[in-house]
């Protein structure tokens, strides 16, 4: 198990499309045990492959207050989703320190494969729906951020850059 290098927002790479997983072997499973390790971490409730520069449709989250429930998402989609909606303040892992409201779907109803390449749905509300559809939308190259204004994106950024500039000049010492 490794802990892999998380890609920060606005890094280019976050805009790239995943492809689906045509074969969950082995070296799928390793990914998904780099990343579980790579989220629990960081700290993290999900992570999302893209996020580690691998574009396959890979997530993995787990919204346990233990920190002991790991759901391994493999070529997930959205099969329905509620009319209802609900704000949740989100953050991200590719966008750290930086939180704010997002509106989704309330409910959501999910189909993907698991880490032994078996296929499985499951109903999620609350929190893990929230989850799933954040990492589904780094799945297909979509960071939270694009949720808000362009005011408040172009903000995220500056700060992000500032501080990225600030962590190069310390570690130049």
Not at 40 to 52: C, D, F, M, N, R
Not at 104 to 114: D, K, P, W, Y
Not at 130 to 150: A, T
Request: aromatic share 6%.
């Amino acid at each position: 198990m490794a802990i892999l290098p998380i890609l920060r927002y606005p890094d280019p790479r976050l805009y790239k499309k995943a492809e689906p997983v045509k074969q969950v072997d082995d070296r799928i499973r390793k990914l998904v045990s780099d990343m579980a390790e790579t989220m629990y971490a960081a700290p993290g409730i999900g992570l999302a492959a893209t996020q580690v520069d691998v574009h396959e449709r890979v997530i993995v989250i787990d919204v346990s207050e233990e920190g002991n429930d790991l759901l391994v998402l493999i070529n997930p989609e959205i099969i329905a989703r509620s009319t209802d909606t609900q704000v949740y303040e989100e953050g991200c892992l590719s966008v750290p320190d930086v939180y704010d409201e997002v509106e989704r779907a309330a409910s959501i109803t999910v189909r993907a494969l698991n880490e032994n390449g078996e296929p499985f749905e499951f109903e999620a509300d609350g929190l893990l729906a929230v989850c799933v559809q954040h990492e589904i939308d780094h799945l297909d190259g979509k960071v939270f951020v694009e949720y808000l204004s362009r005011l408040k994106q172009e903000r995220i950024r500056t700060r992000l850059r500032k501080r990225e500039k600030e962590r190069e000049r310390v570690s130049v010492r």
